[in-house]
């Protein structure tokens, strides 16, 4: 891919006021299916068309860009991120891809021998289900292995975690609070959001602002060009999540939309936050066996001093209040619900709040739910109604789904096929989010679509064409903006460039596929996300008309 000047990728303030021509590649756009060029002037998208149309605009731009067969789409957003957390597992110690727990321990003793100045190790990603020893780390193997420095070592789920001693230590009167376990268990509850707090508030404000720079250029190098944000008290900090947002005010690279997950709507305003949302916990995780049920978990016994059914954070009065003051306030109420119990609570609240203030109100407010695991067709139409946005995450199915998974061994087989019910959404009206609530699974944009599209359940899989629409238009609906998320005359924009092979239509209906890929069908093509095909290569990514992102040698 070559351009005619570089200017535009060196300079942001004279990126806002370029004039850019692409052209010579295949531009995805329900304005032109058969485009191939596209028109960007101060920072929106001026036109789409054919390459004979584009001549009459190449002697009046700024840049000419040659795509050289590239495929031009709409940039990714990802509706649910934890930014800082994302960084320190990119530069810091990532256990997802340890496979046992003795793999597990040596790469905690190579990290706390590689980083002898760190007031505290911070570490993410260990998953003790898929280890052959099917236990987490004890607290004496981890002082042993850290020579009795402070490590804070959450489960993949981010809903509990392992300590060493000398962390316990920094919090007075954690071995009072529930979901302390003395040693044995992962603390989980009011005794991990402690030791949480107290991990978070050890690392230096130049730590945490390295960790931001690294997730936001990685976001920029996959093709994501906006970042929800889910911060809250029980999360982050709010040094935190102020911090992140004034970095992507005043440095290029994804945007990011905050959300602040808090009961206190007065809060969120003053943070600066789109909405008091996201992570607001109305349970746990189905992983650490909190995530709120309306039956036992299967194998609860097997897993001592477990809830039976999970942990309920919130009720439905609280969720209708919550929902009744964020609405009369103008901001987004969100909540975090797994559960099928949560998943009630959630819905009997939000119900309420529209009894109160009337349902038209309600659903022009567009409220959130993350997650949204266990949902029942009830559910599903009650999203319907109330105009709820289910912001999910396709690749929790990818990792945990199917007979043999994680979820399996939780519900059983039965339930745990009932989880993530994508179709079902899409065929109730119901808008979709699509994110990955990294970092417990990684940014991998076209691996969500991939995962929505080819679900383990095979009753729940979209066509990609929703799934590539709900990892783009559908993060901009969900703050509000139907006017973004497509390469549209008058869209913001927000774009990347791909290598990649055929495009075509693939569907969950063979039918339909061998239907859409007819040319005269009119339908823009996608890259094949069969698994086992190679994903697209990202080149380039731009925001807001500005280049974020350019893969080095091209």
Not at 379 to 407: H, I, N
Not at 463 to 475: E, L, P
Request: glycine share 10%; hydrophobic share 45%; net charge negative.
């Amino acid at each position: 891919m070559s351009a005619g000047s570089a200017a535009s990728e060196t300079s942001a303030s004279a990126a806002e006021h370029r004039t850019v021509l692409l052209r010579g590649g295949e531009v995805h756009s329900p304005a032109d299916p058969f485009a191939t060029a596209m028109v960007v002037e101060r920072g929106h998208v001026a036109w789409v068309g054919s390459e004979g149309a584009a001549d009459a605009f190449a002697s009046g731009v700024d840049d000419v860009v040659d795509l050289e067969g590239a495929l031009v789409t709409p940039a990714f957003v990802d509706a649910h991120v934890h930014t800082t957390a994302t960084g320190f597992a990119l530069t810091g110690l990532d256990l997802s891809a340890a496979a046992s727990l003795a793999e597990a321990a040596e790469l905690i003793r190579a990290h706390a021998a590689a980083r002898p100045a760190d007031r505290i190790l911070i570490g993410h990603g260990w998953d003790a289900s898929r280890w052959p020893e099917r236990r987490a780390l004890t607290r004496a193997e981890l002082d042993g292995l850290t020579g009795g420095r402070p490590l804070y070592l959450t489960r993949i789920d981010v809903h509990s975690a392992v300590v060493t001693t000398a962390l316990l230590d920094l919090v007075p009167g954690v071995r009072d609070l529930d979901g302390f376990h003395d040693g044995q268990r992962p603390l989980t509850g009011d005794a991990h959001h402690a030791v949480r707090a107290a991990a978070f508030a050890a690392v230096s404000p130049a730590q945490r602002t390295e960790a931001q720079r690294a997730a936001r250029s990685h976001a920029a190098s996959l093709g994501i060009g906006t970042l929800h944000e889910c911060g809250g008290p029980q999360i982050s900090s709010e040094e935190d999540f102020t911090g992140l947002l004034d970095l992507a005010r005043t440095e290029a690279g994804p945007r990011v939309v905050g959300y602040w997950a808090d009961l206190d709507i007065e809060r969120a305003r003053a943070l600066g936050a789109l909405g008091a949302a996201g992570d607001l916990f109305a349970d746990g995780s189905l992983g650490s066996h909190t995530a709120c049920l309306h039956e036992p978990y299967a194998d609860h016994a097997a897993h001592a001093g477990t809830a039976p059914t999970g942990a309920a954070h919130l009720d439905a009065p609280t969720v209708a209040a919550h929902v009744v003051a964020c609405t009369e306030a103008g901001l987004q109420a969100g909540f975090h619900a797994i559960g099928d119990a949560a998943l009630t609570a959630v819905v009997e609240g939000v119900r309420a709040a529209a009894e109160k203030l009337g349902l038209a109100r309600i659903r022009a407010a567009r409220h959130r739910v993350e997650h949204a695991e266990m949902l029942t067709p009830e559910t599903v139409a009650a999203f319907a109604e109330l105009g709820l946005t289910a912001s999910v995450q396709p690749a929790f199915d990818a990792l945990w789904g199917g007979e043999e998974g994680m979820y399996a061994d939780r519900l059983g087989v039965e339930r745990a096929r009932t989880l993530n019910p994508y179709a079902a959404l899409l065929r109730a009206g119901v808008p979709l989010a699509f994110g990955s609530d990294s970092p417990v699974t990684p940014l991998d944009p076209w691996g969500t679509v991939r995962a929505a599209a080819f679900h383990r359940t095979p009753e729940h899989r979209i066509s990609v064409r929703a799934a590539f629409t709900a990892h783009t238009r559908g993060g901009w609906r969900a703050v509000g903006r139907d006017d973004a998320g497509t390469l549209v005359p008058g869209a913001p924009a927000d774009y990347a460039v791909w290598r990649t092979g055929e495009l075509l239509v693939q569907a969950p209906d063979g039918r339909v596929a061998r239907w859409s890929t007819d040319p005269r069908s009119g339908t823009p093509g996608l890259p094949d996300l069969t698994p086992g095909a190679d994903l697209p290569v990202c080149l380039r990514t731009v925001v807001y008309g500005q280049t974020v992102f350019v893969r080095p040698n091209e």
